[in-house]
């Protein structure tokens, strides 16, 4: 049997050989390059993987501490530790902007704190805190945007730092918004070889969770706040509740309260008598439910809404048909109640029975009228004696 030596020579068996080894040599270099982009994409996607569970994990962190009993400080340290961790741990800061236009620290880094050797007033060291807005911070603010660079000095919004403020050798900044509405920022700074599009969207993939958890501690401290204020209001109020009804409950005078609605808040025991009722079943209703005619209510409640939009105090007589069928006559003072921030809570006033007086006025008009006729006419109807 013939092979292929018998059928070459020596000079082509040896090209076919170098042939060979060629295309045998291109296939290992292809093998070679594919296993390193193998080994690439495989190292790739762990960053990756490590990347995502690095942010995944700093936000469980963030929403396990939210529900714990921390202060907002204590959360927005966490939060800020988080964001240095997905970032590289360098400088940062977590910012709250002001109504007065700054931005406010809520949280800043050991290593920028220990850094920082700006002074107060008194000698004291003081954080970096109370941010203007025309810098590179300001430039994350007014232009709602995230944003980097590796040389902060040479960016055209930079004004430098003050004195004592730790020297910038790059800055990232992600603001916070909520609603539509910027509320601060998260920044961090001096990391080693900068940054880059990667720390950016690596820290804005926990803005989020961070806007999140710092707003519903601010709910809650402002909740708590607000309940405690209420609580210390409704002390208050109620000393004064006390104080007007041991002053007013032993007066002859009407004395009442009525909110926005005209309803009853507040009446003395003068007012419950003359009505009829006890003072459970005056206070939340208004004058319409205590007269047999609507029209003696609605009349009364029309000085009340006077009162209501003129906010000025309003003297009025004011005409009432009782249970028992009498008919009075009340001199009424209304003066706007207003809360201390001005807003109208309703009215407060006193009323005074004027009905024998009224009706002595009337007596007396009568007799100035009779004296005010002629002789014969006031003697009409006055018989004479004859003879």
């Not at 590179?136 to 000095?153: A, C, H, M, Q, W």
């Not at 209001?233 to 909110?259: G, P, Y």
């Amino acid at each position: 049997m013939m092979t292929l030596s018998d059928l070459l020579s020596a000079d082509e068996l040896d090209i076919r050989v170098k042939e060979r080894t060629a295309e045998l040599e291109k296939a290992i270099q292809a093998l070679r390059i594919e296993n390193e982009q193998i080994k690439l994409r495989d190292k790739q996607e762990d960053k990756a993987t490590l990347r995502n569970n690095r942010i995944l994990k700093g936000i469980n962190r963030i929403f396990r501490i939210v529900v714990q009993d921390k202060s907002e400080e204590e959360l927005g340290n966490e939060c800020l530790t988080v964001a240095l961790e997905v970032t590289g741990r360098t400088l940062g800061f977590v910012d709250l902007m002001g109504v007065d236009g700054l931005l406010h620290d809520i949280a800043i880094s050991d290593m920028g704190w220990e850094q920082c050797l700006m002074y107060d007033k008194t000698g004291h060291r003081r954080p970096p805190g109370n941010l203007i807005l025309h810098s590179s911070y300001g430039s994350v603010i007014n232009s709602e945007k995230r944003f980097f660079t590796n040389d902060p000095l040479s960016h055209p919004d930079s004004i430098g730092v003050p004195p004592g403020h730790p020297v910038l050798t790059s800055f990232l900044g992600v603001p916070r918004i909520l609603d539509k509405k910027i509320i601060g920022m998260v920044g961090v700074a001096n990391r080693e070889g900068g940054y880059s599009s990667e720390q950016q969207e690596d820290l804005e993939a926990i803005i989020p969770a961070i806007v999140q958890a710092l707003h519903r501690k601010r709910a809650e401290k402002d909740l708590l706040e607000a309940y405690e204020n209420l609580h210390v209001q409704s002390e208050e109020l109620l000393k004064k509740t006390e104080i007007l009804r041991a002053f007013t409950q032993n007066s002859h005078e009407i004395v009442f309260v009525k909110d926005y609605q005209c309803r009853n808040v507040y009446a003395n025991d003068s007012l419950s008598y003359l009505l009829g009722k006890s003072a459970d079943e005056v206070v939340g209703k208004t004058d319409i439910e205590f007269y047999s005619d609507p029209l003696i209510g609605e009349a009364i409640m029309e000085n009340d809404r006077k009162v209501h939009e003129t906010r000025q105090p309003l003297v009025i007589e004011e005409s009432v048909l009782l249970p028992d069928g009498s008919h009075r006559i009340y001199l009424s003072t209304k003066s706007p109640w207003l809360a201390g921030n001005g807003t109208l809570l309703g009215i407060v006033g006193f009323a005074v029975g004027i009905t024998e007086r009224k009706k002595m006025e009337d007596l007396l008009r009568e007799s100035e009228a009779q004296l005010r006729l002629p002789k014969p006419s006031r003697l009409k109807g006055i018989g004479y004696l004859t003879c």
